[in-house]
């Protein structure tokens, strides 16, 4: 079976980020990078179809050169080779313009499943998946909490969180399947799977291969742009209510909240 994951290198969940002086764009200074936690999910869980039924599991990923790093853990984590869409006109656009050079990027190769992380954590827009099903022509669904293939490898039977439930549904591959929490516990990468990923095969592919004009990829090519960054505003220092015992603590708690905050 051969199973396909989108994968994207995002910026470390502990990081400081800020906004450029202008706050036009993100500095990303000193910013340690790392993939994106949704993501680790889909490459666990397509580890683990192959390791049931066999095929191959190959690593699609868009980014700068940095993103190599990202792509080289997951091949660290077991896929066997992938695909690094690295270009300057395809970096800063949209969740379309991602979706539609990923799609154009797939098209050539071979595939019976697809698996994408529920969204980007920089980003959270949990669009690319859905685009990307739409663009193919292939049926999504998002955010897997379990995955078994059913009726021998033609069907796949998943489980998807709804309120007050759970959907379980069956969809014909191929598909795409947008991984969340719950649906796996990510391996780690071993020391030889390190090494080893040290030679397996990474394609680069550029625009020019994709065969897309620079106006309908990245930022020129974008239906949405963030017109603006900011910082939330500083929240204001708390108040330590001080008392010998617990009944003095809550009076002078409720007399605050009546005199100073005025909520009661």
């Known amino acids: ?29 000193g910013v340690k990078f790392i993939v994106n936690v949704y993501d680790e999910y889909a490459v666990e869980e397509a580890l683990r179809v192959r390791e049931k039924v066999g095929g191959k599991v190959t690593i699609v990923s868009l980014g700068p050169d940095r993103a190599v790093e990202a792509i080289r853990t997951a091949l660290a984590m077991g896929a066997d080779e992938a695909v690094h869409l690295n270009d300057p006109a395809l970096v800063d656009g949209d969740a379309y313009t991602t979706a539609r050079a990923l799609a154009k990027a797939i098209e050539g190769m ?40 059913v009726d021998d490898g033609k069907k796949a039977r998943v489980h998807r969180q709804v309120e007050g439930g759970m959907d379980v549904l069956e969809v014909p591959l191929p598909a795409i399947f947008t991984a969340t929490k719950g649906l796996n516990e990510p391996r ?35 239906l949405t742009k963030v017109v603006r960054y900011s910082l939330p505003p500083m929240r204001q220092a708390g108040t330590i209510i001080e008392g010998e015992t617990p009944e003095e603590k809550a009076s002078k708690l409720a007399k605050a909240l009546r005199e100073e905050v005025k909520v009661i």
């Not at 780690?188 to 309908?216: H, Q």
């Open 110 to 149: 071979s595939y019976d499943l697809i698996f994408c992380g529920k969204q980007a954590i920089d980003d959270d827009l949990a669009q690319v998946g859905s685009i990307l099903g739409e663009l193919l022509g292939l049926q999504t669904v998002t955010g897997i909490m379990k995955f078994e293939l």
């Open 1 to 29: 079976m051969d199973i396909l994951v989108c994968l994207k290198q995002v910026p470390d969940t502990e990081a400081d980020i800020r906004p450029t002086s202008d706050m036009t764009a993100i500095d990303y200074t």
């Open 188 to 222: 780690y990468p071993s020391l030889p799977g390190i090494m080893k990923a040290k030679k397996k095969p990474l394609k680069t592919v550029s625009l020019g291969d994709l065969g897309l004009s620079e106006e309908e990829v990245g930022a020129k090519g974008a």
